[in-house]
């Protein structure tokens, strides 16, 4: 007589997508200028991919080249960053992109170009009048 040993497995797959790459941050604004260093401000992306985001990239190009170099890497619960260091009277552009575990997502690209240039100081005028008497 011969034993027939049968084994039953089975599998439970659930339907996961994958995540996808964070849309780009929205809203990026200069916060402050001084001769030397500017803050950025952002707002979180509409989609951060269907994961949380890890953090944001913070990339910086000067006028006249091609090449983006990353400034700063920031926190995913941060959106605002101060770049320090910078050369006055040059013209710079600065882009900031999401960043997830699958990778980072596109640009949101500063509109106008950024020269680091002292800030123009105010002053106040005090003029009282005197009237004859």
């Keep these: 007589m011969h034993l027939l040993c049968v084994h039953v497995f089975m599998f439970y797959l ?15 604004d200069i916060e402050h200028l001084s001769e030397d260093a500017v803050t950025l401000h952002w707002l979180r992306p509409a989609d951060t991919g269907g994961v949380p985001l890890s953090g944001y ?7 006249g080249t091609t090449k983006w170099s990353v400034a700063s890497y920031v926190d995913a619960n941060v959106t605002s960053h101060t770049l320090s260091n910078l050369k006055k009277g040059t013209e710079y552009s600065f882009r900031v992109r999401a960043e997830n575990p699958t990778g980072t997502g596109p640009p949101a690209t500063l509109i106008e170009r950024v020269v680091p240039k002292p800030q123009a100081r105010e002053c106040s005028i005090s003029v009282s009048l005197c009237q004859p008497g």
Excluded: D, H
């Design 14 to 28: 659930s339907a996961v997508p994958p995540a996808g790459l964070p849309s780009e941050p929205k809203g990026l």
């Design 57 to 63: 990239v913070v990339e910086m190009q000067e006028f």
